[in-house]
């Protein structure tokens, strides 16, 4: 069983950063990062291997940016020019193998986090 602690979620202005980590208990292979705001389905947002292969959804590509230190078993979410939009509760996600070109579904991900707000202002 694997554990995933998120943090580092909050409140910004339109235009700014948050940088969110997810630190796992143990091993994983992907790592991935969804949000879900109030009354929307969950949505992918980037995922990375343990190798640091990345895949983001079109939304955030060019803001955002993913990255993981294996030897702590974290995964980053760099997040810039955040937008009114970019708001939601922010899930951690890992699995024990590649989840594949479907990985926005989120299906594949075995381990959850418990979620971390961000809230972007206009």
């Known amino acids: 069983q694997v554990q995933l602690v998120e943090s580092g979620g909050g409140s910004v202005q339109a235009g700014g950063s948050l940088r969110l980590s997810c630190a796992a208990s143990g091993y994983t292979y992907s790592m991935g990062w969804f949000r879900q705001a109030p009354g929307k389905e969950r949505e992918g947002v980037a995922v990375?291997?343990?190798?640091?292969?990345?895949s983001y959804a079109d939304s955030v590509k060019g803001r955002f940016t993913i990255s993981r230190d294996n030897a702590k078993n974290t995964v980053y979410l760099q997040m810039n020019s955040l937008k009114p939009e970019d708001t939601a509760m922010y899930y951690c996600?890992?699995?024990?193998?590649?989840?594949?070109?479907?990985?926005?579904?989120?299906?594949?991900?075995?381990?959850w986090g418990q979620g971390t707000q961000v809230t972007v202002s206009s």
């Open positions: 996600a890992a699995a024990l193998g590649w989840v594949g070109s479907r990985w926005t579904k989120g299906d594949d991900f075995a381990y």
């Open positions: 990375i291997s343990l190798a640091g292969s990345t």
